[in-house]
């Protein structure tokens, strides 16, 4: 379980006690995580795959790289695909990633907290892989 989630539970539970002394640990809980999401919000990272194939002798028959950048789209983990063997897309390559990019924009932004955290647990960050 995320140490954000569990804070933010406790930070429910100190808020709906009578006690006064506790109104302040949940308001610096909160600005806290409302800075953690900013910050989180704004992470990008690049990933770089390889496949290679070998033959009997351990020879190199066949190698492939994609790289991609690692990013929150609609509070949901994404990945797009910006390089194939080396070289940025182009093409018909640039043109379908982009529609998949603009497909699951379009599809996130109709869904609820729920559906986002379920679609975050189950597709995580999913590849296109060759066979």
């Given at each position: 379980?995320?140490?954000?989630?569990?804070?933010?539970?406790t930070a429910a539970a100190v808020a709906f006690s009578p006690q006064a002394q506790d109104r302040p640990l949940v308001q610096n809980a909160l600005?806290?995580?409302?800075?953690?999401e900013a910050a989180e919000s704004e992470y990008a990272y690049t990933e770089e795959y390889q496949i290679k194939n070998f033959d009997a002798r351990n020879k190199v028959t066949s190698a492939h790289t994609d790289k991609y950048e690692a990013f929150l789209l609609e509070d949901v983990p994404y990945l797009r695909k910006t390089e194939e063997d080396g070289h940025p897309l182009a093409g018909k390559s640039a043109e379908e990633e982009m529609r998949k990019y603009l497909k699951a924009a379009e599809e996130r932004k109709g869904m609820t907290l729920t559906q986002k955290q379920a679609s975050a647990r189950t597709k995580s960050l999913q590849l296109d892989t060759r066979s």
């Open positions: 379980m995320n140490i954000r989630y569990i804070g933010i539970v600005s806290r995580y409302a800075q953690d």
